[in-house]
Every structure is written in structure tokens, then in C-alpha cells.
């Protein structure tokens, strides 16, 4: 038989043809490369052992099942760890099933950045896998209080049908302060973050590839929601960019991106929000005032403005008044 030293994955060619008519060899063929097969799939390799799935900017709809965030998986030489699991079981499975596509090692953590529904609800697909789910210390009380809502509110929004095994996962592991995972020749440094976006909000550095997971502490294209603090986000900002990287994935937007620039636009719309918000206080409107005006000089600078730049004038309304 000719020699050729083109390979389907690990198998080459050779091997395929002496192998011919074996049922295991025929379904290893279509697997060109795990790099390759993980795009079909919509798993981009952003860099060596970064795969990044990226979610619609959308609202949760029947269509898209909660599939509007980030989510990773990154890959050492013993372990796998994956950030995000999507916003129902049903997005957390093809994210498995994407990730088993990618790398046979074992799954040994699940990183949730932070408790919103769409970043937490696949958690129940990595449930069997044998891995620890790591949180914010502040994410198993954030959850349980929210826990109804969220899982009423993705019922009707996706469907009965496409919602059924969704649950609420809660962490097993807690971040205070910083935690460093080992998934061999690379490791993760977690770090739980004060009140920004959330009240939990962990953010993770890759130290192989320099590459920096911010979760929805950085949002591009996307508008930012506030869900925790204005002043303290603002605050936050200027701390996250001293952070020396590569490249940034935010939790929504495109699967990287330049970094510390991506955050300069969340942080001129939150500057606006807060200085517009601080005027009318002042001058005494009401809050539907607010949200009437606030933030509109931002209009067209973001997807899903409509649907969030009110309730964030709303947040930071709330806040701001008690000054
Ligand atoms: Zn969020």
C-alpha cells in the first residue's frame, strides 16, 4: 500500500485502509481534526487549548433554548475544565457532547462565573462527569434566593419540552479569595471579585496561553446589565485592567477578544449611565424620568439596547439615590 502521512485525527491513512470495513475505524473518519470538528460544531480553539462556544446575542427564546452566553472548555495535559454551561440542560448537553468531540480527558471542574440563568442552567448536563462545580462564595445563597424565578422564567421562555432536565446545580466548591486549578502543564487562577455586574462574580486566568475569562464582568457588542453595583463595576473596572493578557472572552460578544481595549466601551456606558443618573437625582426626577432619557446618547452603540438600558437606569437609579 502507497504511504501517506495525512491523518484523520490520530489514525492515519494507512491504517484506515488496512482497517477498512471495521464499523469503529468508519465513525473515527469524519474527525479530520478535533480542531476542525469542534467548529463544525461552533467550538472556535481561540487559542492552544481554548475553546470558546459562543452564544447569540439574543433574549432567551424557544429557538435558541438559553444558548446566549460563553462558554469554554480548556484543556491541559491531565484535565479539562469548563467555564459556563449555557441556560438549560438541553445547551449544557450539546456543549458535552461538543467538548467530548474536542478531548477525552477527563472534566474535572465546572466553573460558573457567576449565578445569572444563562450561565448556570447546562450545569446538569456535566452533573455525571465526576467534576467539582466552583462558584464565588457568594453564589450559593445568590442562587437559592433566585432559584423559582429562574427556573419559572426559562420554563416559559424556551418551552416545556426543550426546558425538561434543566435544573439548578449549585456549587460544591467555594472561591473567597483566589483558588489555583492544576489541569496539567497549564493552571487556572480564580478570583472572586467584589459587587460588580453580580454580588458573585469570579473571573479565571489561564496561565499557558495568558488568556483572561471575565464572565459578564466584560460584555462587548452585547449591552453590559447591571445586576449588582454601578459604583462598585466602575470601580472594579480600572482593578481588571491591570490584568496583563493576551486576550479577553467576555461572557457576551465575540469568543476573544483584545484586551484591556474590549473594556473601554462597557466602561464609557456605565460612566454615562452613572453621570446621567447623578444629574437627575439631583435635579430631582423620578426615576420613569430616568429611564426615559438616561444612557440614550449610547443608542446604537449596542445590541439589545431596548431591551436592557432601562432596567440598568432602574439599577442604577435604585443605587445612586441613596448617595
Ligand atoms: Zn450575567
Redesign the pocket.
Known amino acids: 500500500m502507497r504511504k501517506n502521512s495525512r491523518t484523520y485525527g490520530e489514525l492515519s491513512r494507512k491504517d484506515f485502509f488496512q482497517g477498512a470495513g471495521s464499523a469503529l475505524l468508519l465513525t473515527l473518519l469524519p474527525r479530520v481534526s478535533p480542531a476542525a470538528e469542534a467548529e463544525r460544531i461552533g467550538v472556535s480553539e481561540v487559542a492552544p487549548g481554548i475553546f470558546v462556544h459562543g452564544g447569540q446575542d439574543a433574549l432567551v427564546n424557544a429557538a435558541n433554548r438559553g444558548d446566549i452566553s460563553n462558554a469554554c472548555c480548556i484543556v491541559g495535559t491531565a484535565a479539562a475544565a469548563v467555564i459556563d454551561t449555557g441556560g438549560s440542560y438541553q445547551v449544557g448537553k450539546a456543549l458535552f457532547e461538543a467538548i467530548r468531540q474536542i478531548t477525552r480527558k477527563p472534566i474535572r471542574y465546572i466553573i460558573n462565573t457567576?449565578m445569572?440563568p444563562d450561565?448556570v442552567l447546562g450545569n446538569a448536563a456535566f452533573e455525571g462527569v465526576g467534576a467539582e462545580f466552583i462558584g464565588h462564595h457568594n453564589l450559593p445563597a445568590a442562587l437559592a434566593a433566585r432559584a423559582e424565578s429562574y427556573l419559572r422564567n426559562a420554563r416559559e421562555r424556551i418551552g416545556e419540552e426543550a426546558f425538561a432536565g434543566t435544573k439548578i446545580v449549585l456549587p460544591t466548591k467555594l472561591v473567597t479569595d483566589t483558588l489555583d486549578l492544576d489541569l496539567g502543564g497549564r493552571s487556572l487562577t480564580l478570583k472572586a471579585r467584589p459587587t460588580a455586574?453580580?454580588n458573585n462574580d469570579l473571573t479565571i486566568f489561564d496561565s499557558a496561553t495568558e488568556t483572561f475569562f471575565l464572565g459578564?464582568l466584560l460584555f462587548s457588542g452585547h449591552i453590559p446589565?447591571l445586576?449588582g453595583s454601578i459604583i462598585g463595576w466602575l470601580k472594579l473596572i480600572p482593578e481588571l485592567m491591570r490584568e496583563k493578557a493576551a486576550r479577553a472572552i467576555p461572557?457576551h460578544g465575540p469568543k476573544s477578544t483584545a484586551w484591556p481595549q474590549a473594556i473601554l466601551s462597557e466602561q464609557r456606558y456605565l460612566e454615562t449611565i452613572a453621570r446621567d443618573v447623578r444629574a437627575m437625582i439631583k435635579d430631582g426626577k423620578t426615576i420613569d424620568e430616568a429611564v426615559a432619557s438616561a444612557g440614550q446618547s449610547e443608542r446604537g452603540k449596542w445590541q439589545l439596547f431596548d431591551e436592557y438600558n432601562g432596567m440598568n437606569v432602574t439599577a442604577a437609579f435604585t443605587e445612586l439615590e441613596w448617595e
Open positions: 457567576h445569572h450561565h455586574h453580580t459578564d446589565t445586576d461572557g
